[in-house]
Structures are given as structure tokens and as C-alpha cells.
């Protein structure tokens, strides 16, 4: 389990990193790690990088924390957790130093990022939307590491309102009429609305007209022992069957008011029932109930023909769900490496415009008679520079023939490439998703098992090669 937050930094990004690098705190440096520049020189990076954008915010830096729970996890697996968020987070686009601190009772993460990308030179937006991608990357990095989650407000407590509702048991009612009152919103004709009431997971009798009918009708929640009466006395009058198909005509009426001359009538809404999920009805509340299990029964029908109508043939379903399944593992292995070499190449195209916007000073200096004074007014692009070179030579990149456009060509082409392959995996896996629940209903509906399953596979090849 782990909990992040994060602050701007407006001034002293020097003061910031030197603070979260303390040997003390670090186990003498050995839980310190960077991408895009190093800890000495964090600085001078961050303000290269400042430099090329053309937006105004103060914001020089981000200061993340992503603190463990106290015996959860080594130093040295916390450490790699934090370097995978930056990571992931800022997806190999802003230079970054990651350190573990190990001096206080839990273990934590600091990461201190630029504010302004290496790559497009634009700022971090820091808001609600990106500290929750924050928060959903760094459970995403627990799970995979075995840790624990915790649920957002799975431990806050009621008020005394709530908890004085709840004694006195109207709450349940006031949610069944806001439930009612939706319905009747969403409802077309008295039916539909009561099948959206059963939809909603209310158990309803009484709802008929007639001189048969029951002079009420009744809901009941599925953990709720007792039905509640639709009446004046029970729920309110606006909440009587007859007050409820009342309240669908007049608003019926209204919108006929408001029709323009000759009005196009529009199609009736066809669901579709493949969408969902087969109703399990070994359930105590349906052998409980004969009228919920004859509704259910009724709705998995509806189902199952559904999914059997769409696919043709379970055979052909199942080869469907293979070949979409093969799309998303080929698309999702080709967009890990890809993001692998754009990873690597904004890297290298950081590096490859930071040696040529600070070459000048580098020329400059070695023409200069006086190399001291020179080098006191330009430390920072001189070793910017000499940074910037040193890790162009380690990536093996002749500086003679070096290309910062044709290598932002090169990044910008792979970037294209990422977010197709993005486009086509979420896809794939949507369909999959959508084939296997289809596949689920037909398998529960005719309550087939793995065995009955592996015999029609071997009939159905069987009649293909006769």
C-alpha cells in the first residue's frame, strides 16, 4: 500500500534535490536515481529545460512522495517502485531524480521532476485529473508487486445524520423513491418503468390493473426481508402504481406540447441484451421468490439469443475470441518495445538539442583569452554541454554527423506509432472482453462445462473436415 502526494517547486530546485539525496537518508547514495540528468547537476538541467518553453507558470519543478507502509517492502524494491512511477508517469519525457529514504519509521519515495519536458518543451499540468493518474499508477505498481491497496473512503466513519437516518430505517425508502422517480424519468410507458425499477435490483408485485389486482404496489430491496407498499401512507402519494403510470403520461403529454407540426416519431430503443451478464438464479432471493425468477429467467433468454444471434455459432464465437485475443497480445508486446525505444530516444534527442543550443559556449570558451572570467559567467551552459556530450558519446552518437531534426522526425514517428498501437489494444481488448462475455452467457445458459466444451470443439472439427 502506498500514499503519493505531490507540490510545486517555485525557487531553490538546488536546495530540493541536495535535500533528497542526503547520504544520511539514502544509504550513502546507493538509493539515488536519475534519467535525463544526474543528482549533481539536477539543476542546471531543470533550468535548460525551463528555458525552451514559452509558458509563464512559476512552477520549476514537482516534488512527488509515495510513502509505504511500515514493514511492507525492502528499501530496495521500494526503490525500484518509485523509479517505475516516474517512469510510467512521465513516460520517458521529463529528466527526473528518484531517491528511497530509509532514516524514518516507514520507508518512502522522493521524485523531484522537471516541470517542462525534454521533449515538446511543454510545462506538467498539475491538477485533480493527473494526481489521480498519479494515485492509479502507483496502486497499479503495488499490485504487481504483491502489495496491498487501500480503497479511497473505505474507512470514513457516518455523520451523526446519517448514522440517525440509518437507526430510524428511512434511508433504504428515500433511496427506493429517488430510484422510482429516475425510472419514471428514463421510462417511455408504465412497463418500461417497472422494469427499470426491477433492473435497479428491486423485487415488485402488485404492478397489474384490473379487478384482480392488488389494490397496492409493493417493492422490495434484494437485502431487505419486507416489501413497502406504494401507498400515500408508506412511501408518499406521488408513489402509488397509479400516481406512477399518472406521472409517464403527463410527462408524455408535455413533450407532445412542445412538438413542432408533423414531428418525425422516434425508433423504439432497441437493447441490447448481449451487453449483459446472465442472472444467476441459484441465488436463495429467486428460489425465494417465483415472480424474480420468472423475471430473470425471462431476461436470460433474452440474453443468451442475444449472444447465440451475434456470433452465429459458439464454434465461430470461440474462434472469434482466439483471433482477438492473438491481436491484443501481438499489439500490447509491440507497444512495450515501442515505448522502450521512445524512451531511449527522447533521451537521446534531450541530449542531442542540449549539446547544440550550448555549443556556441563551448567554442566560444576555448577561443576566449580569458578562460576563467568566461567560465564564470557561462558555468551553467559549459557544463550542460559537457554533460550533454559525454552521454551522446555513451550512446555511441557521432557528434560530427549528430541531427537533433532528423532525430525529433524519428521520435515524433514513433510516438505516431505508440498511440496506434495504444488505439488498436484497447480496442482489441474491448472486443475480446465483449466475445468472452457472450461466450460466458451461452456457457451458463446451457450449462455447459470445460468437458462438454472440449467435445463440442473436437464435433465441431469433425463436421468441418467432413
Not at 544526474?38 to 525551463?50: G, I, N, Q
Not at 430473470?296 to 459458439?314: E, F, M, R, V
Not at 577561443?367 to 558519446?393: C, Q
Amino acid at each position: 500500500m502506498a500514499y503519493t502526494k505531490i507540490h510545486a517547486i517555485t525557487a531553490t530546485v538546488n536546495k530540493a534535490v541536495d535535500y533528497i539525496c542526503n547520504p544520511a537518508k539514502t544509504d550513502e547514495g546507493i538509493l539515488i536515481s536519475s534519467y535525463g540528468c544526474s543528482p549533481e547537476t539536477a539543476a542546471y538541467d531543470f533550468k535548460f529545460a525551463l528555458s525552451k518553453t514559452s509558458q509563464a507558470d512559476p512552477n520549476k519543478a514537482y516534488h512527488l512522495i509515495q510513502s509505504f507502509l511500515p514493514g511492507e517492502v525492502s528499501y530496495k524494491e521500494a526503490h525500484q517502485i518509485g523509479v517505475e512511477l516516474a517512469d510510467k508517469l512521465l513516460e520517458g519525457k521529463y529528466s527526473y531524480v528518484v531517491t528511497t529514504h530509509i532514516d524514518k519509521g516507514h520507508v518512502h519515495n522522493h521524485i523531484i521532476f522537471c516541470a517542462a519536458d525534454n521533449v515538446n518543451h511543454e510545462k506538467y499540468h498539475d491538477c485533480k485529473k493527473t494526481y489521480y493518474n498519479i494515485r492509479s499508477l502507483s496502486d497499479d505498481l503495488c499490485r504487481e508487486h504483491e502489495l496491498s491497496i487501500i480503497t479511497p473512503g473505505e474507512k470514513r466513519g457516518k455523520t451523526y445524520k446519517e448514522w440517525q437516518v440509518n437507526k430510524n430505517g428511512s434511508a433504504w425508502k428515500e433511496q427506493l423513491k429517488a430510484d422510482i422517480d429516475e425510472a419514471i424519468k428514463s421510462a417511455a410507458t408504465y412497463e418500461d418503468c417497472i422494469e427499470l425499477i426491477r433492473a435497479k435490483g428491486y423485487e415488485v408485485k402488485g404492478e397489474d390493473f384490473g379487478e384482480k389486482a392488488h389494490k397496492f404496489i409493493s417493492f422490495r430491496p434484494l437485502d431487505r426481508e419486507r416489501f413497502v407498499r406504494g401507498s400515500a401512507k408508506s412511501l408518499g402519494a406521488e408513489y402509488t402504481k397509479e400516481r406512477i403510470k399518472e406521472r409517464i403520461e403527463e410527462k408524455a403529454l408535455v413533450k407532445d406540447k412542445k412538438r413542432v407540426p408533423f414531428p418525425v416519431r422516434k425508433k423504439p430503443v432497441v437493447k441490447d441484451y448481449s451487453k449483459k451478464n446472465i442472472i444467476d438464479t441459484t441465488e436463495d432471493k429467486f428460489t425465494q421468490s417465483p415472480g424474480l425468477k420468472h423475471w430473470a429467467d425471462i431476461q436470460n433468454l433474452k440474453i443468451a439469443a442475444a449472444s447465440y444471434s451475434q456470433a452465429g455459432s459458439i464454434a465461430e464465437l470461440e474462434k472469434q475470441i482466439s483471433a482477438k485475443s492473438a491481436l491484443a497480445k501481438t499489439a500490447r508486446e509491440s507497444l512495450v518495445e515501442t515505448e522502450r525505444q521512445l524512451k531511449d530516444l527522447g533521451q537521446v534527442l534531450k541530449y542531442a538539442e542540449q549539446y547544440k543550443a550550448n555549443h556556441i559556449y563551448h567554442v566560444r570558451y576555448k577561443k576566449s583569452k580569458d578562460k576563467d572570467a568566461y567560465l564564470r559567467r557561462h558555468e551553467t551552459e559549459l557544463i550542460l554541454h559537457d554533460g550533454a556530450e559525454n552521454m551522446l558519446k555513451r550512446f555511441g552518437i557521432d557528434l560530427k554527423t549528430l541531427d537533433a531534426e532528423k532525430l525529433r522526425s524519428d521520435y515524433n514517428a514513433l510516438y505516431a506509432k505508440k498511440q496506434a498501437l495504444q488505439k488498436t489494444y484497447k480496442s482489441a481488448e474491448k472486443e475480446t472482453a465483449d466475445l468472452n462475455r457472450k461466450l460466458d452467457n451461452l456457457n451458463q445458459y446451457l450449462d455447459r462445462n470445460p468437458e462438454q466444451q472440449t467435445a463440442d470443439n473436437k464435433l465441431d472439427k469433425n463436421t468441418q473436415s467432413l
